[in-house]
């Protein structure tokens, strides 16, 4: 007789929280693609306005997915433990 339950079924990439977290992700990408430029793209003797206008939307989607990554993956490995709690047996305390 075993005393493990059996797992739910996972779902995967169509998780609820994983859809909303990267939702979530997508929607701060788009808001600091129009921020980011307006705060942080400065024009210097060697960079023209445009250029770091270019530089700062490549930093913000580069940034914006290498966290929605990060996030994703330490989501997904709770979704699936390697381990489980290990009980003890209270009938022999």
Known sequence: MSVVAA???SLG???PGLITGTIIFAVLGVV???VAPILFAKE???ITKGESTR???LLVWL???CMWMFW???YMHQMVPLMSPIRKN???D
Do not use: G
């Open 7 to 9: 797992a739910p079924a």
């Open 13 to 15: 990439f169509h998780a």
């Open 32 to 34: 600091f693609t129009f």
């Open 44 to 46: 210097t003797p060697k």
């Open 55 to 57: 530089l700062s939307i």
């Open 63 to 65: 940034t914006t997915i």
């Open 72 to 74: 994703a993956f330490v």
């Open 90 to 92: 209270p009938l022999l």
